[in-house]
């Protein structure tokens, strides 16, 4: 069992930034493929990124290319998101997730592939 748990989220005016963290138990985390996930108010969870065991594959929803990075330190057991240039339009609770026993290459943009989920946290972007 893998437990995420997500912070650094927060109440911020646009053109800030935002560093997400996502903290995962158990030995597992080397072995997984992470994700961030988003959900704003009265719409579906969405893809926001991806990256895969090697750090060096990531991946970006169209709207957040080149604002937000994603990157993970397997000896802190952690996934970021580092968030700039921040719009109302990102506001939503943000997920992180984990896939179990990933391929070392792969990145998942499939919320149904993830395995585990965090409880989110909220970044709300004031205009």
């Known amino acids: 069992q893998v437990q995420l748990v997500e912070s650094g989220g927060g109440l911020v005016q646009a053109g800030d930034s935002l560093r997400l963290s996502c903290a995962a138990s158990g030995r597992t985390f080397s072995s997984s493929a992470m994700g961030w996930f988003r959900q704003a108010p009265g719409k579906e969870r969405e893809f926001v990124s991806a990256?895969?065991?090697?750090?060096?594959?990531?991946r970006y929803r169209d709207s957040v290319k080149g604002r937000f990075t994603i990157f993970r330190d397997n000896a802190k057991n952690t996934v970021y998101l580092q968030m700039n240039s921040l719009k109302p339009e990102d506001t939503a609770v943000y997920y992180c997730a984990a896939d179990r026993d990933s391929p070392y290459y792969t990145t998942f943009v499939d919320q149904n592939v993830y395995d585990y989920w965090g409880q989110g946290t909220q970044v709300t972007v004031s205009s």
């Open positions: 990256i895969s065991r090697n750090p060096s594959f990531t």
